[in-house]
């Protein structure tokens, strides 16, 4: 069977519908990434399963969501922007319908930079709403100078003093109207050459390793290639996926702590990536920058899992026939 030509719009409905379903599906683990890379001093998290344990415990079972309406909402165009940006670079660079691998890797280039213009504010804004609840369970936790000390005596007359009101969460929203009201439309745009780090390789190693790996063992009949098996491309997205997070996860690292604007207690600001990567290295060693690398790895390889299963249905085909 050939391998027939997708249709920009119909691509661009796949990616978005693929968006919104792998957003829903892997969210979760996604917030426990960003909470395991935040934590510097108090270690609040054992690890992944821990993480989403402690959050369901405390915040119920939508605690696991926080952020993800942010994501929700610009997920679609991020996909959009993405997939139409290497759609067309693969097209400029073609030559006679044949792409050599500096072009992948170069239409894969193309298309990282071009979704940094939503990709920033979309993690900009989810990482805080992530991270509150990160925040206000290492309050909970003593450290460990005020484990050692000793209590106030109790009183015999006065009641105990209540405990304090835990403090209001953000929303995505009141995040956006402080930031431009403080920093302009450059708050939202805080880490964007640390994104732009991150999503360009990711989008150099994904492209061309999903390509050729999609293309294994099928072999061209009269210039045009046979349709590869839902397994395989199922298997080429997840595979390319998974190898393109890990490799890129500490980039990741750094641009997480750079986008968080709340710091817990005992944890390092920033100036920039430079700054980032030294005091890393210099408080946490080389192990940290692979802080949620596993995660990573289990949000990303669903995504394009799922991504392959839309396109492989025709989804964005049969809502283009219907409105036709």
Request: aromatic residues 6%; proline residues 7%.
């Amino acid at each position: 069977m050939a391998e027939t030509k997708v249709s920009l719009p119909a691509k661009l409905i796949n990616g978005g519908v693929a968006g919104l379903v792998g957003v829903t599906c892997v969210f979760p683990i996604d917030l426990a990434k960003t909470r395991l890379q935040n934590q510097q001093g108090i270690q609040v998290y054992k690890g992944m399963l821990d993480c989403l344990a402690k959050t369901i415990r405390t915040d119920g079972y939508f605690g696991c969501y926080r952020g993800a309406a942010v994501n929700l909402t610009l997920v679609t165009p991020e996909k959009a922007i993405k997939l139409a940006a290497n759609d067309i670079f693969r097209q400029k660079l073609s030559k006679d319908g044949h792409l050599p691998l500096w072009g992948e890797v170069l239409a894969g280039s193309g298309a990282g930079t071009c979704q940094v213009i939503v990709t920033t504010p979309m993690e900009m804004l989810k990482i805080q709403l992530q991270d509150a609840g990160r925040l206000a369970a290492q309050r909970s936790v003593p450290t460990p100078a005020q484990a050692a000390a000793p209590g106030p005596a109790p009183s015999l007359v006065a009641p105990p003093p209540a405990p304090p009101a835990p403090p209001q969460r953000p929303s995505a929203t009141s995040i956006t109207v402080e930031l431009l009201k403080t920093r302009g439309l450059a708050g939202l745009y805080r880490g964007a050459g640390a994104t732009l780090m991150r999503d360009v390789p990711f989008s150099m190693i994904y492209f061309p390793l999903f390509a050729n790996l999609n293309a294994l063992g099928r072999e061209k009949s009269g210039g045009v290639q046979a349709r590869a098996p839902f397994w395989q491309s199922f298997i080429a997205g997840c595979t390319a996926g998974s190898v393109a997070a890990v490799a890129v996860t500490p980039l990741d690292v750094i641009k997480t702590r750079l986008q968080t604007l709340q710091k817990g207690e005992g944890e390092d600001t920033y100036k920039g990536i430079v700054d980032c990567t030294q005091r890393i290295l210099r408080r946490e060693g080389p192990s940290a920058f692979l802080k949620g690398a596993t995660c990573r790895a289990l949000v990303i390889a669903p995504l394009f899992g799922i991504a392959q299963g839309v396109y492989f249905l025709g989804v964005g085909e049969t809502v283009l026939g219907l409105l036709g």
